[in-house]
């Protein structure tokens, strides 16, 4: 796989956007058994905590759990099996236009060992996005979601509950002593060759930091193959699940202030608008606007094109803007990846949508962030690694220890 060059097209100020600590909270829900009011009998309450971020409020690749056609008072509920110290949660609702809507209203509650009681706190209920409560700090075992169901039935698509990192464990730079030498030579190798290391601004770093924890895709559809709406979130939740590897990397490590990063799909570049066999407008659509011999999503609302984080021509404001793009090719063999975003076949990508670890994604999303390749060199004492192309097909611990040396010779550039 080949690395196009990172470079800057503009001439760019940096905004750092204030983070509230500098270690991250950890997500204990995955530890965690799902149990609820009710379940449809082809949902799966066990979906609310499998760590799948889902690419919208009406997911349907991912589980799962609804109480069609159940309405009033529905619940589910975390169990540990001993106490933990919550002081936040997130919360993403399941609507799919139909039997199941956001609720009317909903709480939390904790088990206070003979009782539920309420968590005081502001209750946001939106689709499509996480909804975050934070509160002050409680120790139980039981974590209630209460959800009371308004024009139709309820449910819910995943729930993070929070617990404060304490500093210790993996919150500082700590490699394994066998991987010094080669992450030494590693970060050596790519001050002595890359041009502009510490002054370039665009690294997926970057992006995720002026974005306040999350970063927009657009897709660039570069084939002449049709594309169903099934198809379509399908491709959304694996471009999500792909790039969640990467951020797991990062959870609780070294002041990283993000124990989650959402990742958005906001648009989609085509030549022909009757490829994309759906009528929603879950997304925008750019129809026949040519760069580079392919469909380009508006150059007015990607961050490639506009390094300062200001979009005034983006159709729909910044919202709407995009940070990468996955730009699907028929026929392209190999991936390319940048600041811009990743380059794949797309017979390759949708022969791959349920792998575990599409690697050559992988590979690319690696170089976005600011990874090198290593088709000439092998740092002293490994072999076998992602981003040494062809040797291993997912992220290993020397890939992740690289991956966090970034962060800790950029993470002063945000005030961390």
Known sequence: ??????????????????????????NVARSATASASYTSPWESVAAINDGIDPPSSNDTVNRRWGTWPNTGTQ??????????????????FFDDGGGVRLPASWKLQRWTGSAYADIPGTYPAAVNAYNTVTFAQ??????????QSGQASVGLLEVKAFTPDSGGGTSGWNPPANLVVPLNEVWQHQES?????????NYGWDQIMANGGSINYCVRWDTSATVTAAQRDQIHATLARQFKKWMDVMAGHNGWPYANVPLKVVGWAVRDRAQLQWSDTSVDIYVNNIRENAPQCAEPCGRFFNQSGNYPNCPGGPSHHYDMSLWLTAGFGGGAGGDWGQRL??????SNLNTDNMHILLHEMGHSFGLDDFYDWTPTGVCCFLMKAGSATSITEFDAWMFRDWWRHLKSRYGL
């Open 1 to 26: 796989m080949k690395r196009l060059a990172i470079l800057p097209l503009l001439l760019i100020t940096c905004f750092l956007l204030p983070v509230e600590s500098a270690l991250a909270d950890t």
């Open 75 to 92: 619940w589910a509920e975390l169990t540990w099996p001993s106490a933990q110290n919550l002081r936040s949660a997130d919360i993403y």
């Open 138 to 147: 409680v120790s139980t075992t039981r974590l209630r979601v209460v959800l």
């Open 193 to 201: 060759t890359y041009p502009n290391l510490y002054g370039f601004r």
């Open 345 to 350: 076949g797309s017979e390759y990508y949708m």
